[in-house]
T-cell receptor, first 115, second 120 residues
């Protein structure tokens, strides 16, 4: 069975600092994709970044980067130069490629950026 | 309208009521999803409609009934709910397979704002 673990229920970071949100995953499949979503207080889930299991380079999208360590089965999200608007819940998710379109989510990390 | 919309945004209902949640996607996607988000629990996939095929989570009670009349609309019909069904219900859509522009898609799911359901 696939499982996502996010061990940090909450994090507090000073504005403009970088922050790393942890995510480990468990799967026996070789082909999978890893996603990070942001959920502000409004409730909508916003897609941030994607990493495929066969991608050799770490994904980057603006201030977001994904530290993908396949052997350790970790896919940590790094946010550089944090901003007040980054305060939200962050979810790591995994999808097995080629199968039904099912995303398995972690429990999330609540990130609070302090001014 | 753009993206994924959901109505109503908030719903309070009694255990004997029947109500429906509506989701509409304006992205030309071919798959739609219902998720349940309860406090302190991971998002739980309830139903998937992908390429006209329905996939469901076997743990979802029968008091939840989905309907997908076309690729743009998705409903969740609710009847005789329980207080523990109170949660945020999120709809999502994605493009399965080849991307809309002909390239490969991540198949990332785009979510609506959710319906906050309270069952009294």
């Amino acid at each position: 069975a696939q499982k996502i673990t996010q061990t940090q229920p909450g994090m507090f970071v000073q504005e403009k600092e970088a922050v790393t949100l942890d995510c480990t995953y468990d799967t026996s499949d070789q082909s999978y994709g890893l996603f990070w979503y942001k959920q502000p207080s409004s409730g909508e889930m916003i897609f941030l970044i994607y990493q495929g299991s066969y991608d050799e380079q770490n994904a980057t999208e603006g201030r977001y980067s994904l530290n993908f360590q396949k052997a350790r089965k970790s896919a940590n999200l790094v946010i550089s130069a944090s901003q007040l608007g980054d305060s939200a819940m962050y979810f790591c998710a995994m999808r097995i490629l080629g199968g039904a379109q099912k995303l398995v989510f972690g429990q999330g990390t609540r990130l609070t950026i302090n001014p | 309208e753009t993206g994924v919309t959901q109505t109503p945004r908030h719903l309070v209902m009694g255990m004997t009521n029947k109500k429906s949640l509506k989701c509409e996607q304006h992205l030309g996607h071919n798959a739609m999803y219902w998720y349940k988000q309860s406090a302190k629990k991971p998002l739980e996939l309830m139903f998937v409609y992908s390429l006209e095929e329905r996939v469901e989570n076997n743990s979802v009670p029968s008091r939840f009934s989905p309907e997908c009349p076309n690729s743009s609309h998705l409903f969740l019909h609710l009847h005789t709910l329980q207080p523990e069904d109170s949660a945020l219900y999120l709809c999502a859509s994605s493009q399965v397979g080849i991307g809309l522009a002909g390239g490969i898609s991540y198949n990332e799911q785009f979510f609506g704002p959710g319906t906050r359901l309270t069952v009294l």
